[in-house]
């Protein structure tokens, strides 16, 4: 079983930054495609980046393109999602999820895509 975790989650006053990590226990992601979700109450699960895992694809949908930016640190055991500028509807709870190269490497904003999940990390944007 694949021990991930997010974290980095809180309360943040509009138009503030936050840091969200997904790290990995034991093994390295650098074989996966990562990807990053928020749900908000009442709402469906929505994909807001993800990244290949040869690095060379990142997708953002239009609601968090140039405010939100996924990355890997150097030792492959952290993905990153740096989230900027935000706003009071960004407030949800953010999973990360993977997928091993060898199911498809590609890069996916599908949730059905995603064989293993974290426990998610609330992020909270209000004043």
């Known amino acids: 079983q694949l021990q991930f975790v997010e974290s980095g989650g809180g309360l943040v006053q509009p138009g503030g930054s936050l840091r969200l990590s997904c790290s990995a226990s034991g093994f390295s992601l650098d074989d996966y495609a990562i990807g990053w979700f928020r749900q908000a109450p009442g709402k469906e699960r929505e994909g807001v980046a993800c990244?290949?895992?040869?690095?060379?694809?990142?997708y953002y949908p239009d609601s968090v393109k140039g405010r939100f930016t996924i990355s890997r640190d150097n030792a492959k055991i952290t993905v990153y999602l740096q989230m900027s500028s935000l706003k009071p509807e960004d407030t949800a709870v953010y999973y990360c999820a993977l997928r091993h190269r060898w199911y498809g490497g590609t890069c996916s904003g599908y949730t059905d895509d995603y064989p293993y999940w974290g426990q998610g990390t609330q992020v909270t944007v209000s004043s």
């Open positions: 990244i290949s895992s040869s690095d060379r694809v990142r």
